[in-house]
T-cell receptor, first 115, second 113 residues
Framework: GAVVSQHPSRVICKSGTSVKIECRSL??????MFWYRQFPKKSLMLMAT?????????EQGVEKDKFLINHASLTLSTLTVTSAHPEDSSFYIC???????????FGPGTRLTVT | GESVGLHLPTLSVQEGDNSIINCAYS??????FIWYKQESGKGPQFIID?????DKRQGQRVTVLLNKTVKHLSLQIAATQPGDSAVYFC????????????FGQGTTLQVKP
């Protein structure tokens, strides 16, 4: 199998605080993980590529100082939304690349609500 | 920029009928395509994939067709069931070789009992 988990599944935070979301590959190692953002009734938008042992690669328009990504091990990547604001409220989804490029397995997503 | 789009935002079918979900992609350099199913509040789930050197690939109750001439991809679901109700996304690799996927806008499939 290829299972990817995310924690937490839902989080509500106050404006100005920071929130960390974890993405774990449970039964395989992933040197590459991806973070996506999804608005209601919209498609997945790639935010960044997370590489184990090196800096993340951010997509155009994504603020790297606001969305901090750390790929500390072959099974864990974290996304920290710093100084969150209501417009950061969204569904954040990670995926982990198992063997070949494009063989991505997705986590269940994290619903972030900033009040 | 690169984009993958879908012709219809919502498709409503009767239980037991066949469903066809379409996707138009823009990058002729894409060599790998994937269909995902996403249920409400969950992450995307792999359904089937196809490489650009193929025209058709079949799975269990699903078939993907690729027409590179018109850059069109379709997903056919046979004997659609209520459990098939979800949003379906096509994804392509684009012109990069970085493992990144480009997702289409999604089609919502509604199965009427």
């Amino acid at each position: 199998g290829a299972v990817v988990s995310q924690h937490p599944s839902r989080v509500i935070c106050k404006s100005g605080t920071s929130v960390k979301i974890e993405c774990r590959s449970l039964d395989f190692q992933a040197t590459t993980m991806f973070w996506y953002r999804q608005f209601p009734k919209k498609s997945l938008m790639l935010m960044a590529t997370s590489n184990e042992g090196s800096k993340a690669t951010y997509e155009q328009g994504v603020e790297k100082d606001k969305f901090l990504i750390n790929h500390a091990s072959l099974t864990l990547s974290t996304l920290t939304v710093t100084s969150a604001h209501p417009e950061d409220s969204s569904f954040y989804i990670c995926s982990a690349e198992k063997r070949a490029p494009y063989e991505q397995y997705f986590g269940p997503g994290t619903r972030l609500t900033v009040t | 920029g690169e984009s993958v789009g879908l012709h219809l935002p919502t498709l409503s079918v009767q239980e037991g009928d066949n469903s066809i979900i379409n996707c138009a992609y823009s990058n002729s350099a894409s060599d790998y395509f994937i269909w995902y199913k996403q249920e409400s509040g969950k992450g995307p789930q792999f359904i089937i994939d196809i490489r650009s050197n193929m025209d058709k690939r079949q799975g269990q109750r699903v078939t993907v067709l690729l027409n590179k001439t018109v850059k069109h991809l379709s997903l056919q679901i046979a004997a659609t069931q209520p459990g098939d109700s979800a949003v379906y996304f096509c994804a392509e690799t684009g012109s990069s070789n970085t493992g990144k996927l480009i997702f289409g806008q999604g089609t919502t499939l509604q199965v009427k009992p």
